[in-house]
């Protein structure tokens, strides 16, 4: 679905992220682990075409990207969840996903139901403004939102940072879940890395822009991924 190969990437003068090579399989989750200021938002934000690519390619589905804008990407099926649990603050929980949902008819209310379905802790929330949940419930509502938009590839940035143990649970169920039917990719970013090790086909460590380590994920390969991660 996702292949990114020799891609860097940066700001101004500054190169942050250096040639880094990364797939997400047709239905797989890949993780990007990587301390603070490792530059996986930064990544993240080249994936999208929200940062132009200094060199490397960006392909979705086989087909080259790299020079192509954020909305047609979008269009191409990204959805992107960025750090930091946005959402429209004024906005009821109800009226942050109709937003969405109106773009695409009939299939933006039945992807409102079944997104519904995913996180039902948004269900006696819906009236409520975005800005008054909590950040473990605005994180769910951002990923609902994403998923109206009836994506093939999820990039996720941080979903757990600063969220409580057991909505980490929720979310990740929900994560396993999407995953489990096949149609849906996952490009995840993480600091947190049992979850995500776990969950992953396969991870990747990130350390001052570049990939210090990877390998195929599982419960057995967290030990691992943590080893690298304190390198
Ligand atoms: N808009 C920007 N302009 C200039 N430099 C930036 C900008 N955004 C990030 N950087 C720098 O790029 C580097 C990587 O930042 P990035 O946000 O990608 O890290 P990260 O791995 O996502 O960290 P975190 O886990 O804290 O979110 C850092 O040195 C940061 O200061
Ligand atoms: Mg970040």
């Known amino acids: 679905m996702l292949e990114l190969d020799a891609v860097s990437t940066g700001y101004g003068r500054t190169t942050v992220v250096h040639d880094v090579d990364l797939?997400?399989?047709?239905?797989?989750?890949?993780?990007?682990?990587?301390?603070?200021?490792?530059?996986?938002?930064?990544?993240?934000?080249?994936?999208?075409?929200?940062?132009?690519?200094?060199?490397?390619?960006?392909?979705?589905?086989?087909?080259?990207?790299?020079?192509?804008?954020?909305?047609?990407?979008?269009?191409?099926?990204?959805?992107?969840?960025?750090q930091g649990q946005q959402s429209f603050g004024q906005l009821t929980t109800r009226e942050n996903l109709?937003?969405?949902?109106?773009?695409?008819?009939?299939?933006?209310?039945?992807?409102?139901?079944?997104?519904?379905?995913?996180?039902?802790?948004?269900?006696?929330?819906?009236?409520?403004?975005?800005?008054?949940?909590?950040?473990?419930?605005?994180?769910?509502?951002?990923?609902?939102?994403?998923?109206?938009?009836?994506?093939?590839?999820?990039?996720?940035?941080?979903?757990?940072?600063?969220?409580?143990?057991?909505?980490?649970h929720e979310i990740y169920a929900a994560i396993t879940t999407l995953t489990g039917g096949g149609d849906l990719s996952v490009l995840l970013v993480e600091q947190h890395i049992g979850y995500a090790v776990e969950h992953a086909g396969e991870y990747a460590v990130m350390t001052s822009g570049r990939i210090t380590h990877r390998g195929a994920g599982g419960g057995r390969a967290v030990a691992e991924a943590r080893e690298a991660m304190a390198l």
């Open 98 to 168: 109709q937003v969405v949902a109106d773009s695409f008819g009939a299939a933006g209310r039945r992807r409102t139901r079944e997104a519904l379905d995913l996180f039902p802790a948004l269900e006696p929330l819906l009236g409520r403004p975005a800005g008054l949940l909590s950040g473990g419930q605005r994180q769910q509502l951002a990923i609902a939102r994403a998923l109206v938009t009836g994506p093939r590839l999820l990039v996720l940035d941080e979903p757990t940072e600063g969220i409580q143990p057991n909505v980490v």
């Open 23 to 82: 797939a997400v399989p047709d239905g797989g989750l890949t993780a990007v682990l990587g301390h603070n200021g490792a530059g996986k938002t930064t990544l993240l934000r080249a994936v999208l075409g929200l940062l132009p690519v200094r060199s490397g390619a960006v392909r979705l589905a086989g087909e080259d990207v790299t020079r192509r804008p954020p909305h047609q990407r979008v269009r191409r099926g990204v959805a992107y969840v960025p």
